[in-house]
């Protein structure tokens, strides 16, 4: 069945095909439509799950902590300072090895407030230990959902999906719906090895000493370092049964391109377009999608960016400080393996849109700059 739906509403669709047995939630916009129709869903009996509201969005997360520490599959979703004030349960999930998924639909973090689109709420999460998969059509998005269940629990940790505020999350394209009753055979039912249970207890959450505590951690990175060939594989599988696949990058026009515009989101669709466009005038260029940011693709990055002459990274998030953050992650990937310059330039935060006018400009920006350009370039800044 095909539905033109919202952005936000092919996530709850991606949730009821997961079998989700807890839903918990806080609304915030620009993530509440998502869970309004989870709500629908269980209330109609549609999604046999229990639908949790709450009181803040720490507390939203540690329900799905709780439940998910019980043995069932949980999801939330928020967006901005929702996220930020899930921080402490963020690393709680990771350091208790918690399959829990959860959507973040990118809002720029305030003061000043914003409703509009940035990834530097997502972003400021890196660190904690949480796959992040980043989306730029509602197929996707609902697709990579379900592919998000099946990866965190392989490898018993929690994954975040991201997408666009109001470029993806608000707007309507045609997605088709996946039923509950075709993803099982691809997503059975969660069984945990451990969970807790009245009838055979464990300890969970105790003290750790040095003596235990390092490994711990080691075996986070381990279980990391693994999902790479996990959210392949996965992927591969998903695509073999539904014929829909995404990949970890997504490069176009790149075997020949002198230049690569390398993006995430939905920039990546305009920038593909811009492609054509400069194609078609001669101009050798191609893109690269960067679809999952941790674990970091650093391989198919560098197969794709070694063989180019320039790279331009189109960056919608800023590290203050320092530079824009996929930009600091490309440069990672090629650093000592390769001399091709990598340029980074800032653009659409706050939502400001980053139309095929200013794809362009920075491609022709990075082209025709003969000498080295600054590590960063804010495109668009009016002051």
């Not at 055979?185 to 969970?204: C, E, G, S, T």
């Amino acid at each position: 069945m095909k539905k033109v739906i919202m952005g936000n509403h092919a996530v709850s669709y991606g949730v009821r095909a997961s079998d989700v047995k807890v839903i918990s939630a806080y609304p915030i916009t620009p993530q509440t439509q998502i869970v309004e129709l989870l709500s629908e869903m269980c209330a109609k009996g549609e999604l046999e799950a229990k639908f949790i509201a709450v009181e803040s969005e720490h507390s939203a997360l540690t329900a799905c902590v709780g439940a998910s520490a019980a043995g069932v599959r949980t999801f939330t979703a928020t967006s901005s300072q929702g996220l930020l004030l899930m921080h402490e349960i963020i690393h709680w999930a990771v350091g208790a090895r918690l399959p829990i998924v959860l959507v973040n639909v990118n809002r720029a973090v305030g003061p000043p407030w914003s409703i509009w689109t940035d990834q530097n709420d997502s972003l400021s999460q890196r660190d904690t230990g949480w796959l992040q998969l980043y989306c730029e059509s509602n197929q996707e998005t609902q697709d990579t959902i379900v592919q998000a269940f099946k990866i965190a629990e392989s490898v018993m940790l929690p994954v975040m999906v991201v997408l666009d505020a109001f470029f993806l999350s608000h707007t309507f394209e045609i997605v088709d719906i996946l039923e509950p009753e075709q993803v099982r055979p691809f997503l059975p039912p969660y069984k945990p090895k451990n969970r807790i249970d009245v009838d055979d207890p464990h300890a969970f959450g105790n003290l750790a000493s040095p003596g235990e505590y390092f490994e711990l951690r080691y075996m986070i990175e381990k279980a990391m370092e693994a999902s790479r060939d996990v959210v392949r594989d996965v992927d591969r599988e998903f695509e073999q049964r539904f014929g829909r696949g995404y990949g970890v990058v997504k490069p176009y026009r790149c075997d020949d391109a002198e230049i690569i515009l390398v993006t995430s989101g939905t920039v990546a669709s305009t920038a593909r377009a811009v492609v054509d466009e400069m194609r078609g005038e001669g101009v050798k260029i191609g893109s690269l999608k960067i679809r999952v940011f941790r674990p970091f693709p650093f391989e198919e990055v560098y197969q794709v960016l070694s063989k180019t002459k320039k790279v331009a990274v189109i960056d919608r998030n800023i590290s203050f400080g320092h530079h824009g953050i996929f930009y600091q992650e490309v440069k990672s990937a090629l650093y000592g393996r390769t001399n091709v310059p990598i340029i980074g330039y800032i653009t659409g935060l706050g939502g400001r849109d980053v139309t095929p006018r200013v794809i362009r400009s920075i491609a022709e920006k990075a082209m025709n700059d003969r000498n080295a350009e600054p590590d960063i370039n804010w495109i668009g800044v009016k002051i």
